[in-house]
């Protein structure tokens, strides 16, 4: 089988998985050549490697340039089906010119959240994922909202967990420099920050010594820095993190703390449990099906100040542990998200998509856009 994996973002997951699907078929990776460039020492030996430099959305020209050529080089590989993972706005504009080939789309979000500033309009994601054979998805929780939001039928939708990524060398041993609260990746309002900037009180009563370190980038972090009660027991790294600083935080912690009012699936929990760091998350959208509440971390109620406050303190105090939660969560990882069962899984959904019906016309699509 030959599948043209394509991915406009996500790009340390996107190298991983497709590496490892060299494993079942014979793989073409386009992705950002900028982008890409950090991770291509997880790329596989096997997989035909096609990058291309992505112009900004306001540069229709150059894009509709790009859009040219990639549909060219997919026509020149001739693949047995087209792995989109997300989609774009010119490419997915595009699928009608590739029609021809079955399509699959992993969908990591199939709503807005609270706060995020996306640029791609959502029907413009709508029309590829409406389009495609077969859908995945990354939990049960999210399989429900494609079907209830996209009214795309549950037989086309296959829950397939992320990836694995992370700092190949974060299982060698467990750091720790000190009781350290670790909130990372981006910054945006669903995240639920402030309801952990409201619960360092609450923690640093109980455990003097602990900090809480933030690291990533996103909206506007004045206000956020306006509701610390004490500015001192925070560290900020309000900025995009390198893979090196990134391991670094995450060796450092203690607890990885997830404090989301909203969330389809977080990268980031399988990236702490590849550091053998237990985590605090919140009972929404998919992450209970993440986090083992008890085994591998714990789940509190979302804008419970007092919940999180009272788990996080739990770990901090309690040594044995967050060591035993932090092993059981790689343990979860190497059993559920590695990228050899992954791979094994995605393949299916392949050869679910090559034997599933014809995608729907573009007749079809347009009609689903309008009762929309």
Known sequence: MKVLFISFAFP?????????????????????R???KPFLKWLGPKVHFEPFDKPRLRQPF???????????????????????????????????????????????????????????PLWVLNFGRRRARQVIAHNDAMKDKIVNRLRIPANRISVVPLVEFGDATAASNVEEAGHEILFYGRIWKYKGLEYLI?????????????????????????????????????????????????????????????PYIEATQSGVIPLAYAF???????????????????????????????ALADK????????????????N?????????SAGVVARQTVQVYHGALRGAAAPSDGETCFQEQEC
């Not at 996080?312 to 092993?327: E, K």
């Open 12 to 32: 340390e997951m996107s190298v991983r998985l497709a590496s490892a699907l060299t494993e079942y078929v014979d793989v073409c990776l386009m992705i950002p």
């Open 34 to 36: 900028a982008e890409a």
């Open 62 to 120: 150059l894009q509709l340039r790009l859009m040219k050529r990639l549909i060219r080089r997919i026509k020149r590989f001739n693949p047995d089906l087209i792995h989109l993972q997300r989609g774009y706005l010119y490419f997915n504009l595009c699928l009608p010119l590739v029609r021809r080939y079955p399509l699959v789309v992993s969908i990591h979000d199939p709503d807005r959240h609270v706060g995020d500033e996306a640029k791609t």
């Open 198 to 258: 409201r619960a360092q009180p609450l923690i640093t009563q109980r455990v003097p010594e602990a900090k809480i370190v933030i690291a990533g980038h996103g909206e506007d972090f004045a206000r956020y820095r306006s509701a610390m009660a004490d500015p001192e027991r925070f560290e900020v790294h309000n900025e995009f993190v390198p893979e090196d600083k990134q391991s670094e935080l995450f060796r450092r912690a203690s607890v990885v703390a997830l």
């Open 276 to 306: 053998g760091k237990p985590v605090v998350a919140t009972t929404v959208g998919g992450l209970p099906s993440q986090v083992d509440d008890g085994r591998t971390g714990f789940l509190v109620p979302p804008c419970d100040v007092g």
């Open 312 to 327: 996080i303190v739990l770990l901090l105090q309690d040594r044995a542990l967050r060591h035993r939660l932090g092993a």
């Open 329 to 337: 969560g790689r343990e979860k990882l190497v059993e559920q998200w």
